[in-house]
């Protein structure tokens, strides 16, 4: 069974400072792997996807994130948080009739 | 608009009722799913149907209820409420191929039983 580990429950970062969200996967195939943003009070919104090609994927909001098949990796970055990144974030890897399985989510806080 | 829409947004009903929450998309999405949220559990899969009149158990099926007679609309009935169904209730859907597409979440309803 696929399953995803989010290790860190809560970051807090500097506003212009860089971030990194890890994302652990376990697959026994090549997975399907996504990230989304939820915002207090709303749904969760899909920042990227990757299946295959380059393991360097860009999305929204000037996320992006790479993944690592010999780490069971899939972080994603922003070079430079903004206040409005602030947010919960979940990974998550896609697994058979399109269902995915979601990580606990990783709550980002972003210091003035 | 289109997009996905669920209601009520908010909802109280009393332990042992029954309550219906709705979904409905617009974009004719094959596949469509149920997820609550709880702090400390993220996002746990209840049912998911990958069309009308085909729908199946997800990680946490007991006490829900669900039906799909149209493509548009994926409806999740508790049968009989308990406290521990008190959750935020997530529906998304996705294009036929799912897997690879991501999902489109609605803004979610938040259910409380008292």
């Given at each position: ?99 995915s399985t979601f990580g606990d989510g ?7 | ?77 508790l049968e009989s409420a308990t406290r ?31």
């Amino acid at each position: 069974a696929q399953s995803v580990t989010q290790p860190d429950i809560h970051i807090t970062v500097s506003e212009g400072a860089s971030l990194e969200l890890r994302c652990n996967y376990s697959y026994g195939a090549t997975p399907y792997l996504f990230w989304y943003v939820q915002s207090p009070g709303q749904g969760l919104q899909l920042l990227l996807k990757y299946f295959s090609g380059d393991t360097l994927v860009q999305g929204i909001k000037g996320f992006e994130a790479e993944f690592k098949r010999s780490q069971s990796s899939f972080n994603l970055r922003k070079p430079s948080v903004h206040w409005s990144d602030a947010a919960e974030y979940f990974c998550a890897v896609g697994a058979g009739a399109g269902k995915s399985t979601f990580g606990d989510g990783t709550t980002l806080t972003v210091k003035p | 608009d289109a997009g996905i829409t669920q209601s009520p947004r908010y909802k109280i009903t009393e332990t042992g009722r029954q309550v219906t929450l709705m979904c409905h998309q617009t974009w004719s999405h094959s596949y469509m799913f149920w997820y609550r949220q709880d702090l400390g559990h993220g996002l746990r899969l209840i049912y998911y149907s990958a069309a009308a009149d085909i729908t199946d158990k997800g990680e946490v099926p007991d006490g829900y209820v669900v039906s799909r007679s149209k493509t548009e609309n994926f409806p999740l009935t508790l049968e009989s409420a308990t406290r521990s169904q008190t959750s935020v209730y997530f529906c998304a859907s996705s294009e036929s191929q799912g897997q690879g597409r991501g999902y489109t979440f609605g803004s979610g309803t938040r259910l409380t039983v008292v």
